[in-house]
Antibody
Framework: QVQLQESGPGLVRPSQTLSLTCSVS??????????WSWIRQHPERGLEWIGY???????YYNPSLRSRVAMSVDTSKNQFSLNLTSVTAADTAVYYC????????????WGRGTLVTVSS | EIVMTQSPDTLSVSPGERATLSCRAS??????LAWYQQKPGQAPRLLIY???TRATGIPARFSGSGSGTEFTLTISSLQSEDFAIYYC???????????FGQGTKVEV
């Protein structure tokens, strides 16, 4: 079964760039009809979809974050990544990677999540 | 942006009882609606997609219904492992977007 695992720094300084990688195991990231998303969960503001990337490199981002987000995919490593620039304390959250299938339009499975704190 | 509103915020029930959770969309999402369960320290787990289809391995006591703007998740007989937070999530086709409700906490 497909499993996802996030990795990256747990602490990022304000105004710097948050960078995370999601490693996919148990299945190919290049499988058609599957989209790879980042989702974050703020303690007080719930779940927020950040954006997705397809194995071809096509992306779509949440308009509220679009100016600061970039995603990339490395099919040779079965990984995809998130960069979020100019972070502030408001970007402190648990970040999840997840798979979405166009047959369900829902996220399954999810990674375990990684807490990223923005603080000096 | 489509806004999802769940009710109630907290639902107090006893094991063995029926639980009914509601989710309302600010505009029609047809049946592009999913439900998730989240326990402390864990990622959300998909329960229901397309409003009423159970995900793989989800017990039959979980059922979803609704279309358009009004949706319901029913847990027919609560087990101890069902006490958790439940989120609904909608999908909008264009521009593509996913938004979540604020969650309903099911507690003893």
């Amino acid at each position: 079964q497909v499993q996802l695992q996030e990795s990256g720094p747990g602490l990022v300084r304000p105004s710097q760039t948050l960078s995370l990688t999601c490693s996919v195991s148990g299945g190919s990231i290049s499988r058609e009809s599957f989209y790879w998303s980042w989702i974050r969960q703020h303690p007080e503001r719930g779940l927020e979809w950040i954006g997705y990337i397809y194995y071809t490199g096509n992306t779509y981002y949440n308009p509220s974050l679009r100016s600061r987000v970039a995603m990339s995919v490395d099919t040779s490593k079965n990984q995809f990544s998130l960069n979020l620039t100019s972070v502030t304390a408001a970007d402190t959250a648990v970040y999840y990677c997840a798979r979405e299938w166009e047959g369900t339009r829902a996220f399954d499975p999810w990674g375990r999540g990684t807490l990223v704190t923005v603080s000096s | 942006e489509i806004v999802m509103t769940q009710s109630p915020d907290t639902l107090s029930v006893s094991p063995g009882e029926r639980a009914t959770l509601s989710c309302r969309a600010s505009q029609s999402v047809v049946t592009n609606l999913a439900w998730y369960q989240q326990k402390p320290g864990q990622a959300p787990r998909l329960l229901i997609y397309r409003a009423s289809t159970r995900a793989t391995g989800i017990p039959a006591r979980f059922s979803g219904s609704g279309s358009g703007t009004e949706f319901t998740l029913t847990i027919s007989s609560l087990q101890s492992e069902d006490f958790a937070i439940y989120y609904c999530q909608q999908y909008d086709n264009w521009p593509p977007s996913w938004t979540f409700g604020q969650g309903t906490k099911v507690e003893v």
